[in-house]
């Protein structure tokens, strides 16, 4: 077992040595291709060389510090970098600079993603609605990041409809299938066919979550009850 992730791991590094020595040779044949400095970053990234990757951004960035696109996608590459590495006020810094209106959804939607990362749930519910209510490639995402900050907040049915909405799209979603499931066991109702379709898809990734599954339930029931609490005062003031 030992040898044969020993090996594995060997292939591996093979693997990203050739694509890193093809991506510098793009990068030496085309140097204002700011998209060959995107890649080469991201796969990085991927690696889980995040200082390199930082490094790379950073310079490119300078490189192109007169050219406002190439500019705009190299600091989208240095904020995932950064969310990448847990560093997320950082990363913050570099999506909020972005002015390219093809990126600024995809920027809006890492903004949301850090703020939920830290737990501020109400931040990343104000982007996310943002770019869940925009149409276009990152509405999906979005509406699943607003029905994981709803539910995080616990407001589990104003989050089962934005996970509704993913699975109007999207209904094989493993992510938003397992929290439809929770919500209707929370509320007491039936959430089997959610649970088995999130099964269906990730199997794997069932058995991890369902292990959880008292957990999580008894702090959504705690944070629902706050919740109606909440409701019930603001009732009373008016």
Same mark, same amino acid.
């Given at each position: 077992?030992?040898?044969?992730?020993? $090996?594995?791991?060997? /292939?591996?590094?093979?693997?990203?040595?050739?694509?890193?020595?093809?991506?510098?040779?793009?990068?030496? /044949?085309?140097?204002?291709?700011?998209?060959? @400095? =995107?890649?080469?970053?991201?796969?990085?990234?991927?690696?889980?060389? @995040?200082?390199?990757?930082?490094?790379?951004?950073?310079?490119?960035?300078?490189?192109?510090?007169?050219?406002?696109?190439?500019?705009?996608?190299?600091?989208?590459?240095?904020?995932?970098?950064?969310?990448?590495?847990?560093?997320?006020?950082?990363?913050?810094? =570099?999506?909020?600079?972005?002015?390219?209106?093809?990126?600024?959804?995809?920027?809006?939607?890492?903004?949301?993603?850090?703020?939920?990362?830290?737990?501020?749930?109400?931040?990343?519910?104000?982007?996310?609605?943002?770019?869940?209510?925009?149409?276009?490639?990152?509405?999906?995402?979005?509406?699943?990041?607003?029905?994981?900050?709803?539910?995080?907040?616990?407001?589990?049915?104003?989050?089962?409809?934005?996970?509704?909405?993913?699975?109007?799209?999207?209904?094989?979603?493993?992510?938003?299938?397992?929290?439809?499931?929770?919500?209707?066991?929370?509320? $007491?109702?039936?959430?089997?066919?959610?649970?088995?379709?999130?099964?269906?898809?990730?199997?794997?990734?069932?058995?991890?979550?369902?292990?959880?599954?008292?957990?999580?339930?008894?702090?959504?029931?705690?944070?629902?009850?706050?919740?109606?609490?909440?409701?019930?005062?603001?009732?009373?003031?008016?």
């Amino acid at each position: 077992m030992a040898a044969k992730k020993a $090996h594995e791991k060997k /292939q591996a590094t093979q693997k990203l040595d050739r694509s890193v020595k093809k991506l510098v040779k793009a990068i030496d /044949q085309q140097p204002k291709n700011a998209e060959n @400095y =995107y890649a080469l970053g991201m796969l990085l990234t991927d690696a889980k060389e @995040y200082q390199q990757a930082e490094e790379l951004f950073k310079r490119a960035i300078n490189f192109f510090t007169t050219e406002k696109l190439a500019t705009d996608l190299l600091l989208y590459g240095l904020g995932n970098v950064l969310y990448a590495d847990g560093l997320y006020t950082e990363a913050q810094q =570099y999506f909020k600079q972005i002015k390219q209106k093809k990126l600024k959804m995809s920027a809006y939607l890492m903004i949301a993603q850090t703020e939920y990362a830290q737990d501020n749930y109400q931040q990343a519910l104000v982007f996310g609605l943002t770019v869940a209510e925009k149409p276009g490639e990152n509405q999906i995402a979005g509406n699943l990041l607003v029905g994981e900050s709803l539910l995080a907040l616990g407001e589990l049915k104003t989050a089962a409809v934005y996970f509704d909405r993913v699975l109007q799209v999207q209904p094989t979603d493993f992510q938003a299938n397992f929290q439809r499931g929770i919500i209707e066991m929370v509320l $007491h109702r039936n959430g089997s066919k959610f649970f088995e379709q999130a099964k269906q898809s990730n199997p794997q990734k069932f058995i991890q979550q369902q292990e959880r599954l008292t957990d999580i339930e008894r702090v959504l029931v705690a944070k629902q009850q706050r919740s109606n609490q909440k409701e019930s005062g603001n009732d009373s003031k008016q």
